[in-house]
């Protein structure tokens, strides 16, 4: 078999990169920092169905979107080329995003702390026995760890932060969790952008739940109608408050002159005359109870008539009789 020439292989890659784009319109833009071969090879096959991972240089990748979107005229699918920075992979999708995306981190290996990496996490030794003979000791004095021999062997007596989250792992340090069997990092393919139908955002949007959507949603409504009130500018949000802010203004200027309109008219006659407002309430109050009220009436009247004979008793004693 002919070995295929690096010019044919671009090609190929090319081809195959334009193909996905065409037929998925949801890309995970993963970093595949420290990922090894037989790692990428299990994710390959647990999203095997509905999704593709592509893997490749930038630039290729960058070349290939762009003639892409040159030959079909999609200009949307150029929102991509800010994203391919940095070792990072294309994973094509038609399945759900927040799925596919937490299988992603399903494949996540524990890893050494090596020589001049940078730490993702702090690393902290918890204290106890290490299983080290006492001649190990030199390790923990040069990191400042607090030690003591216990029935042979070393103890670490509190917990220790040995590697700050961004710093870079030293020789010292590497060679003790190596001692110590630590592995303290691991390493996956991370989601850092999610693509969809020309759209880009963060990858946290994923793990939004419909409450907090909601929520968010009628904050921004509350946003955009206390702004839209405070500069007087119709939106759909605040044209109910402003019309029964209007219906308002209205009210007062006729209150307070001879001008009047049909709405205004009743709260004027009550106004002119609160007597009629008194006995509209009344009313008003003795619909509400209905029927109910209608039946405990006369229970009350009774009770009513029954606590007025015990204050009219006065035992025989003559103490209202009038003189």
């Not at 509905?50 to 949307?76: P, Q, W, Y």
């Not at 080329?81 to 992979?89: A, I, K």
């Not at 190596?178 to 691991?186: E, M, V, W």
């Not at 619909?287 to 606590?307: L, M, N, R, Y």
């Amino acid at each position: 078999m002919v070995k295929a020439t690096k010019a044919e292989k671009k090609i190929a890659y090319d081809a195959k990169l334009c193909q996905l784009i065409d037929e998925y319109t949801q890309i995970l833009v993963v970093a595949a920092d420290n990922v090894g071969s037989t790692q990428l090879q299990n994710i390959r096959k647990g999203l095997r169905g509905d999704s593709v991972v592509l893997m490749g240089k930038n630039t290729m990748m960058k070349r290939s979107v762009r003639i892409h979107s040159e030959n079909t005229g999609n200009t949307a699918v150029l929102n991509l080329l800010p994203l391919l920075q940095g070792n990072v992979g294309l994973i094509f999708t038609k399945g759900d995003l927040k799925e596919v995306s937490e299988e992603v981190a399903k494949y996540k290996v524990g890893a050494p702390a090596r020589v001049g990496l940078v730490a993702p996490i702090d690393v902290v030794v918890q204290p106890g026995n290490t299983g080290l003979d006492p001649s190990q000791t030199s390790f923990f004095q040069v990191l400042n760890i607090p030690t003591k021999i216990n029935k042979g062997t070393v103890e670490i007596i509190t917990p220790v932060e040995l590697i700050k989250q961004g710093d870079k792992v030293g020789s010292s340090e590497a060679a003790l969790l190596a001692k110590l069997g630590i592995r303290p990092f691991s390493y996956g393919l991370v989601v850092q952008s999610v693509y969809d139908n020309g759209s880009v955002f963060s990858p946290e949007v994923l793990d939004l739940t419909e409450d907090q959507l909601v929520e968010k949603f009628a904050s921004g409504i509350s946003m955009v109608t206390s702004l839209a009130l405070a500069v007087s500018y119709p939106t759909l949000a605040a044209a109910p408050h402003m019309f029964i802010n209007a219906y308002k203004n209205a009210l007062a200027i006729a209150v307070a002159t001879d001008y009047t309109f049909p709405q205004a008219e009743k709260v004027k006659e009550f106004l002119k005359d609160p007597s009629k407002f008194v006995v509209a309430a009344a009313a008003v109050s003795a619909d509400a109870g209905g029927g109910a009220a209608q039946g405990g009436a006369p229970a009350k009247v009774e009770e009513k008539k029954e606590e007025s004979d015990e204050e009219d008793y006065d035992g025989g004693f003559g103490l209202f009789d009038e003189e």
